[in-house]
Each structure stands twice: as structure tokens, then as C-alpha cells.
């Protein structure tokens, strides 16, 4: 605190600059007390202001007050870390929640006081000159002189604009509104856009998301936005900047185990314990129900989704829990939720619901690990069976296939090449039937030519057609030798 109060006093920080500074303090360890001396006395003191107060008001005043500064926020630190000792809080978890632990009530009560403050401080002071000079003017420019009586007319006709102004809201895409006069609904299809309603206390409205996908989990810890986050992380720190003796592993590695939530530990069919998490994710389908048939949407649908899950997990064996059953798990569960929440008339639609992680209890998970491994096994083998008997099946189906085809083409072939040869002879004998000579001189050539391939021949004619024939044995002049 001394050394804050060192820093602080010649130091220029205004006030605003000066809450976020001691809010990182804060968070890093800085004492309650050290943080509250450098906020006030920062904005209090610094080397431009002491200059000017030494010129203005001496020596003695700049001491007396410099001694009152550091005397009051010495105290006030001290004060403060006495009660943050006492009650047991870490300034660094609790730091900006104030505006939480402070009703609304309060908040609008003290709001309204400060108005009504305000309101008399200025019926008790005068009327500044300029304000006078400036309504003068205003007046002879305009004509419009301004009375106290003109500006209470003002004054309420300002106010009725604002209280009519109050019944103006808007829908945006995705949600559907409800107008509701004295409590009873007389509107509960609102669309998307700009609409009007009686104010307060005569009627009000309602809007909610329909087009939303809400999602719930289980077994899983709360989301945490990052102020949250951060804060949990702290508060399991000492106060004051001490760190507790860090948690590690044999191997050398740091680790943190977080606790699962009671909700996720669930009694199987066969009586063993099953580690089990799960989301869910569903809308509304129905907006006057869902504001005003059930109290608590998110905790029916919670407990709802959670006891299908329950009566689901609990009539089957673990194994089955592990391996084959999520699917109908998941459908089993989000069916009878929606039943329940059809029968309760939420207003409600299951859109999903998901298994992410099944595991049992940490005792006897090296044991189930192996069981689960075995049966992991056990299916792949069978299904590589399965596959080889599928393939040889079909190999064979193929091969008899193959070979059947194979034959009818075969016989195709056959049957073609006999009635060819069957074509071929009859016109054959057609052609021997106009012309024997011929044709029997002409497979006599064909004859001779098949026994005698490669060799010269020679035709000679007939007797009767010798006459003026002339035999040359020689080959022409510039011919190609022949055999």
C-alpha cells in the first residue's frame, strides 16, 4: 500500500483511466487494499495539481492536505483488506460482480432519488444570468416567452410522449411476439417488424425465439463465457497473489482432472455403472405455451431428456451400450421426451439428440477397455469372414457365369459356321447345276493349287482348242523371274 501510495500521489490518472489500471492489478495478485489506495489517491493528487496548490494556497494547506490523502486511503486500504480476510474472498474472483449482488429494486430506487434530488437542487438555485439572457432572447426572436407554467406543460407533455413512445417494439426475424392487455393475451402471432401497444400498465408484450436451436448437455460441465472462465480459474488460487503447490505427473507432465457432474454417471440394464454425456438440442414450437404453460423451459426439458435417457440406458447391457445400441439410444431417448413434452404441452421440439462420450467409471476402465477391445475383435473378424464369404460367392456366381456365356457363344458360333458352310454349298451346287464343265474345271484348278502350292504349272487347253495357240516357256523381257 505504501508503495502504491508512492506511485499514486505524483502520478496524473484521471478517474476513468485509473479503474481499469487497478482492475489489472487486481487480477494479478495486487491486494484489495494496495488497489483501492491507487484509486484514490491517483485521481486525487498529482505533480500539476500540488504545483498549483502550492502557488495558490501555501505550503501548509498542500501538507495538511497531502497528510489527509494519505491518511484516508491508508486507512480505507487496510479497512478493506481486514474485511476480505475476515469474510475468506479472493478480490481477484469477485472483482466487477458489485452490479450483480445489487438488486434491481435498489438500482431504480436510487435512480429515482437522484432525479428527485436533482429536480429540488434546482428549484432551490437561482436561475443562472445566461439562462435568463438566453430565454430573453429566444423570446424576441420567436415570440414564444418561456414560464415556469409553459414549461411544466412542457414538461408533461414531454412525458406522455415518452409514456406513449414506451408501447412502440420490434420483432425481429426469427421471433414471434405477444401482446397481452391486463394479463390476457389478445395477440400471439406477432410478426417480424415494427408494432404498437397500449403502455404500462394497460398492456405489455412478450417476445420469444422460435427459430432458435437451444442445446443442452449432459454430463458435461457448464459452458463459461470468459470473464467466468477466468474467474474459476482464480478461485482456486490464494488471495493476494499465492500460488497453491502445483499438481504433477509421474511422467512429468502437468494435468488438471476435472470432476464429472452427478448427471452423468447412469445404471445400465445389467446393474454396472456407465459414464455417460450427451447433448440435445431443441426449439420452440410453440410460443404462447412455451411462455406460459410451464414455469422453467430449460429445466423441464433438462430433467425430461434425462429421464428418457435414464429408461433407455437402463434396459440395456453395458456392452450393447458401448458398441451397437447408441443409435437406438438416441432415437429411443428423443421420442419419448417428445412424448412427455407433447403430454405437458411445452411447446416444445426435440431437434437432436447425441451421445458424445460412454465410458465406465474410472475404476474398472482398464477392464472395460478390454472387454471392449475382445468385442471390437470378435466383430472385426466376423465381418472380414463375412466379406471373404461375399467375395468367394461372387467370384463363383461370376466364373459359372463366365463359362455359361462362354458355351452359348460358343454353340452361337457353331450353329453360324454350319449354316455358312450349309449357304455355301448350295451355291455351290447352283452354280455346278448351270455350268458342269466349268465348274468341274474350275475345282480342278482350285485342286491342283491347293496340292501343288508354290509351284509352276501349266494348263494345257483341249484338242479342239489347240488351233493358233502359241505356248511361250520364256518370261517376257523385263519381266520378274518366277519359279
Same mark, same amino acid.
Given at each position: ?120 437542487? /434546482? ?54 411476439? /405477444? ?47 470468459? !470473464? ?9 488460487? /490464494? ?56 414455469? !422453467? ?11 428418457? #435417457? ?17 443409435? !437406438? ?21 426435440? #431437434? ?55 458355351? #452359348? ?20 451346287? !447352283? ?23 508354290? /509351284? ?28
Amino acid at each position: 500500500m505504501l508503495l502504491m501510495l508512492v506511485l499514486s500521489i505524483p502520478l496524473y490518472t484521471c478517474a476513468s483511466s485509473s479503474t481499469p489500471i487497478a482492475a489489472a492489478f487486481a487480477l494479478k495478485g495486487l491486494s484489495p487494499g494496495a488497489v483501492l489506495v491507487f484509486l484514490l489517491a491517483g485521481p486525487a493528487t498529482n505533480i500539476g495539481s500540488l504545483v498549483v496548490l502550492l502557488k495558490v494556497l501555501g505550503r501548509r494547506a498542500v501538507a495538511a492536505y497531502l497528510l489527509a490523502v494519505i491518511i484516508m486511503t491508508l486507512a480505507a486500504g487496510f479497512a478493506l483488506n481486514t474485511i476480505y480476510r475476515a469474510w475468506g474472498l479472493d478480490p481477484r474472483a469477485t472483482f466487477g460482480t458489485a452490479a450483480v449482488f445489487v438488486p434491481d429494486l435498489v438500482k431504480d430506487a436510487g435512480a429515482v432519488l437522484l432525479v428527485c434530488l436533482l429536480i429540488l437542487s /434546482m428549484y432551490r438555485t437561482r436561475v443562472p444570468e445566461e439562462w435568463v439572457w438566453l430565454r430573453d432572447r429566444a423570446a424576441r426572436l420567436t415570440g414564444i416567452v418561456v414560464t415556469a407554467r409553459g414549461l411544466g406543460y412542457a414538461g408533461c407533455v414531454g412525458a406522455a410522449l415518452l409514456w406513449f413512445g414506451s408501447g412502440l417494439f420490434t420483432i425481429t426475424p426469427g421471433e414471434v411476439g /405477444m401482446r397481452l392487455r391486463f394479463g390476457r393475451i389478445v395477440a400471439s402471432d406477432l410478426e417480424p417488424g415494427l408494432h404498437f401497444r397500449w403502455p404500462w400498465p394497460f398492456e405489455s408484450h412478450r417476445v420469444v425465439e422460435q427459430d432458435l436451436a437451444r442445446r443442452l448437455e449432459f454430463g458435461l460441465p457448464p459452458e463459461q463465457s470468459r !470473464e467466468e472462465a477466468t474467474r474459476a480459474q482464480l478461485r482456486g488460487r /490464494m488471495a493476494f497473489g499465492s500460488n497453491p503447490a502445483p499438481q504433477q505427473a509421474a511422467s512429468g507432465v502437468w494435468f488438471q482432472k476435472e470432476t464429472a457432474p452427478g448427471d452423468s454417471f447412469l445404471l445400465t440394464g445389467d446393474g454396472n455403472l456407465i459414464d455417460l454425456r450427451a447433448t440435445a438440442q431443441y426449439r420452440v414450437n410453440d410460443a404462447a405455451a412455451y411462455a406460459y404453460q410451464i414455469a !422453467e423451459p430449460e429445466a423441464l426439458v433438462r430433467s425430461t431428456i434425462l429421464a428418457a #435417457l435414464r429408461g433407455a440406458v437402463a434396459t440395456r447391457a453395458i456392452d450393447a451400450v458401448y458398441t451397437t445400441a447408441r443409435d !437406438e439410444i438416441e432415437h429411443q431417448t428423443r421420442a419419448a421426451a417428445q412424448s412427455m413434452l407433447d403430454r405437458y404441452r411445452a411447446g416444445i421440439e426435440i #431437434l437432436s439428440v447425441d451421445l458424445l462420450y460412454d465410458h465406465p467409471p474410472d475404476e474398472v476402465h482398464d477392464a472395460f477397455r478390454d472387454v471392449a477391445s475382445a468385442l471390437e475383435d470378435r466383430l472385426r473378424t466376423i465381418n472380414l469372414a463375412n466379406v471373404f464369404a461375399v467375395e468367394k460367392i461372387n467370384q463363383a456366381t461370376g466364373e459359372a457365369a463366365a463359362m455359361t456365356e462362354g458355351a #452359348l457363344a460358343f454353340k452361337d458360333q457353331r450353329i453360324a459356321g454350319a449354316q455358312a458352310d450349309a449357304d455355301a454349298f448350295a451355291l455351290r451346287l !447352283e452354280g455346278y447345276q448351270q455350268a458342269p464343265s466349268l465348274t468341274k474345271f474350275r475345282l480342278q484348278l482350285e485342286t491342283l493349287e491347293d496340292v501343288l502350292p508354290g /509351284m509352276r504349272k501349266f494348263v494345257r487347253p483341249g484338242a479342239g482348242d489347240v488351233k493358233d495357240f502359241d505356248l511361250w516357256l520364256v518370261q517376257p523381257p523385263g519381266a520378274a523371274q518366277g519359279r
